[in-house]
């Protein structure tokens, strides 16, 4: 039916009710809810998602949970996605008009074709909901007074969800809201919840027709409460692992909640929900984002976590686990800190009087809770906590600001050890088990090596076994992930796979080999990235004051071990074995090159490529930051996707040591700087030759591009790659979207290959190459980069990518012909011929991306 009947029973010309629109179709988590709705008549709206609608039925007794009750259930119009959030009062003389409770919801599973089940009219699912469980049918009725289409009946399936008699009776023995907690006189009496049907409930709350209650706060008067815009992110503020807990009253101690850390981002009636890396998760948690939606404000940054309860009423990894895998709803939101509220940043405000603000903000808004505190005595708490077998606690002080990263403001104390690890193979099961033996496990260190720290085999069901089989079979590889695998038998016989998975597990203890005693396995963490599992070490409070000691990195210049401030572990480690290169010359050629090539890496995110072994062993790209990183390089926060990730930038020639410290030998800036990451300040040619063509070809396709583009008035700058080709540098103001500066970049690589067949191509595959010179233009897109100005390659020999001067282009500069050991030398006795670079002040204009034959977009050039 989608929305066309919804759309028919409304004259949209004269009325500003919402046509609706069709949402993405989802084949997993579909929702469903039931709207306990005192219209002209009381009836239940059952709503079922599919294919971007909610298919709806009113069914007058609402529905029973015994099997014998044939209850009728009336079909009518689709409704659009966003009428399910919906609890108030649609005020008289509109379209059904009456008060609205939110009487269940949660997620249904079809058990067969959902929508040849629907067009035959038998639909046999099963409800996850907060209320009614397990299976359900609705099968079209073919007799009876009411229309044959139109009626339908809703039945219980016979299960362990089925009572029989009055004990089948769910709406009387549960009437409340399942989002307030409310009946339906309250939300009759409440006037700030009147909604209009002629709009939608984002249009509502945007327009002030559901009206939320604002508390009598404000936050303007909170000391240390800053004006500000709304953030895109806040970055989370981390605790650190210690022994014990701290004593005096300058601390105060919450409950260690064993779940999913999210932050809550509120803004015109809506919530997105974020992990700690910045991944979008709201649609996993459409309850809870519903409930913050709610709150009495109109812009927020809440942080917390989503947990499930076990049978003992404590939050547990394992019952979250098995709620979202099923669907469930009963999940909960417990809210600890408020960074932003209603245009003003709180992160300068000390912590308990956030607490206070949001204690005060989150009222009665189930599934929402406050995570309350207490002063002082945490020996007493943390004890109390483990006595009620909890996972610990974390320690705050009372006075401090949210910092947003790892420090000794926020520590905490476990019960018993725990900690992520990430999955690097699994071995053969023996006996009658069925799937796996054992998973093989690992954690990174400092290096970003990944490191073997033992196997757990118990803690799994049969459903776990089979499932986690099946994705570990997917990512199989042939060699292992560990820098160290398991010796012997359990290592001949494993079964390796790519390192992306991260288990949770329980252990008693490290042993003396670094591996996991008693350990058993808790759950995936489906929110946490493999490469930011490191070894958690406990530290004593005193000794956690703004950094961890794992991130500080940096020692005394004086050090004779150190170069830039930064101690070189392995300094006489080969990496590259046919020059007799050491880490130690490379460390002290990025040293010496330090104030030429910071300038073209500073505030710029970067792409990595590390080769821990040297050049010749195994190398991989990094792109996001890891746990262990020193704090002398610093981070970014860059958008990606519908989330945001974390990237490194090396901003001193310290930085850029330490990261050489790490195994970098490669370093890739993007196009952009960190102030305006959208929009590029230089753009790169990269002349990629083919592998026979000789060094006249190579020369002469980069001056017939550099007079193509002194011809539209650009001032190009060339130097070496390292490698076979060159690259062409043109710095312009920074005024123009990635997109059309790679559109533009793609015309002129394009306007090339059409005056010069035989010269070029802009096509990447090797058949178009022979004879020819590649124009890679796609340097210029968001995200990609190119290899930096006096960066080291991971090739022969030790190449460097070097600054040139047009001139020079005479004799045949690839490959090694700059390299580790003879450019410093060359510094001292030549000028740098980019030593204007910097001074240049010219910009792309529409005129330019015109004659190359691009249309930039029309409103954003008319505001060039």
Not at 265 to 279: D, I, L, Q
Not at 436 to 446: I, K, M, Q, W
Request: charged share 25%.
């Amino acid at each position: 039916m989608a929305l066309e009947t919804y759309r028919k029973k409304r004259n949209f010309k004269n009325t500003p009710e919402p046509a609706g629109r069709v949402g993405p179709r989802r084949a997993r988590h579909l929702s469903f809810v039931i709207q306990k709705h005192a219209a002209s008549h009381l009836h239940y709206d059952f709503r079922l998602e599919l294919d971007g609608v909610l298919l709806s039925w009113a069914v007058p007794k609402g529905p029973s949970l015994d099997p014998a009750d044939k209850r009728l259930a009336m079909h009518v119009e689709d409704h659009p996605l966003e009428y399910g959030d919906f609890e108030g009062v649609i005020p008289p003389k509109q379209y059904g008009s009456g008060t609205v409770l939110l009487w269940d919801r949660g997620t249904w599973e079809p058990r067969e074709d959902p929508r040849a089940g629907y067009a035959k009219g038998k639909l046999k699912f099963d409800l996850h909901g907060e209320k009614l469980q397990g299976g359900w049918t609705l099968v079209r009725s073919h007799g009876g007074k009411y229309d044959r289409e139109k009626s339908w009946l809703l039945i219980k399936e016979d299960d362990a969800y089925a009572r029989r008699g009055i004990d089948a009776r769910i709406v009387d023995e549960r009437p409340e809201s399942v989002a307030t907690g409310r009946s339906l006189d309250a939300i009759a009496q409440d006037p700030d919840r009147v909604w209009d049907s002629n709009k939608s409930v984002a249009e509502n709350a945007r327009s002030g027709a559901v009206k939320k209650r604002k508390p009598k706060l404000d936050a303007a008067s909170l000391p240390g409460a800053r004006k500000a815009a709304l953030p895109d992110f806040v970055q989370p503020q981390l605790a650190t692992l210690v022994e014990n807990a701290p004593e005096g009253g300058e601390w105060v101690h919450e409950i260690k909640y064993d779940g999913y850390r999210m932050l809550c981002r509120v803004e015109k009636g809506a919530c997105t929900m974020y992990s700690r890396n910045g991944k979008d998760w709201t649609a996993d948690f459409p309850a809870i984002a519903a409930a913050a939606a709610r709150l009495p404000v109109q812009t927020a940054w809440i942080d917390g976590e989503v947990i499930a309860s076990d049978a003992q009423g404590r939050s547990s990894f394992q019952a979250l686990q098995n709620a979202m895998s099923e669907g469930a709803a009963s999940l909960v939101y417990y809210a600890f800190d408020l960074m932003y509220v209603d245009g003003y940043d709180l992160r300068g405000v000390p912590l308990v009087q956030r607490k206070a603000f949001l204690g005060k903000l989150l009222g009665a808004h189930a599934p929402l809770r406050f995570s309350d505190h207490i002063s002082g005595n945490g020996a007493a708490f943390l004890a109390e906590a483990c006595k009620l077998g909890l996972e610990g606690i974390v320690s705050k002080r009372a006075s401090s600001t949210y910092q947003g990263k790892r420090s000794g403001a926020w520590i905490k104390v476990k019960c018993a050890q725990r900690q992520e690890l990430v999955i690097g193979g699994y071995t053969d099961p023996q006996g009658s088990r069925s799937g796996f033996g054992a998973l093989l496990l690992g954690v990174y260190d400092a290096t970003g090596e990944l490191r073997y720290a033992g196997k757990v085999g118990t803690g799994f069901n049969a459903a776990t076994l089979a499932t986690l089989h099946k994705r570990m079979r997917k990512l199989a590889t042939d060699r292992s992930p560990f820098v160290d695998p398991p010796a012997g038998a359990e290592g001949r016989r494993a079964h390796w796979i790519r390192p992306e998975l991260v288990a949770e597990v329980a252990f008693t203890e490290w042993t003396r080999d670094n591996t996991l005693r008693h350990p058993s396995f808790q759950g995936l963490r489906e929110d946490k990235k493999a490469r930011e599992v490191v070894r958690e070490t406990a530290v004593e409070p005193s000794a956690s004051a703004d950094e961890p000691s794992a991130e500080r990195g940096r020692v005394d210049a004086n050090d004779a071990g150190a170069v830039a401030g930064i101690r070189i572990s392995n300094p006489d480690k080969l990496l590259y074995r046919e020059a007799g290169i050491t880490k130690r010359e490379v460390a002290e050629y990025y040293a010496a090159v330090g104030d030429l090539i910071v300038p073209h890496l500073s505030h710029r995110p970067l792409t990595l490529k590390r080769c821990p072994e040297g050049w010749d062993r195994e190398c991989f790209y990094q792109k996001h930051a890891a746990p262990g990183v020193p704090a002398v390089i610093d981070r970014v926060q860059v958008r990606e996707g519908s989330g945001r990730a974390t990237y490194l930038m090396a901003n001193s020639t310290a930085a850029v040591v330490a990261l050489l410290q790490l195994g970098v030998l490669e370093l890739h800036p993007w196009g952009s700087r960190e102030e305006n990451l959208d929009s590029p300040d230089r753009i790169v040619f990269d002349l990629d030759p083919d592998e026979d063509l000789e060094w006249e070809r190579v020369k002469e396709a980069a001056t017939v591009t550099r007079r193509m583009l002194e011809t539209l008035g650009l001032q190009v700058f060339v130097k070496t790659t390292g490698g076979k080709g060159l690259h062409l540098v043109v710095p312009i103001a920074p005024k123009w979207p990635w997109d059309d500066i790679t559109g533009f970049t793609k015309a002129a690589a394009e306007l090339l290959v059409r005056t010069f067949p035989d010269r070029f191509t802009s096509k990447m595959t090797k058949a178009t190459r022979t004879g020819r010179v590649f124009v890679d233009y796609l340097r210029n897109a968001q995200g990609a980069t190119a290899i930096a100005t006096y960066s080291v390659r991971a090739k022969a020999n030790a190449p460097v990518s070097m600054p040139i001067a047009w001139s020079e282009l005479k004799r045949d500069l690839r490959f090694a012909h700059f390299n580790v050991r003879n450019v410093p030398a060359l510094l001292k006795r030549r000028k740098d011929p980019w030593s204007g670079f910097f001074a240049v002040r010219q910009e792309i204009t529409p005129e330019m991306m015109q004659r190359v034959g691009y249309a930039p977009n029309a409103r954003v050039a008319r505001s060039r």
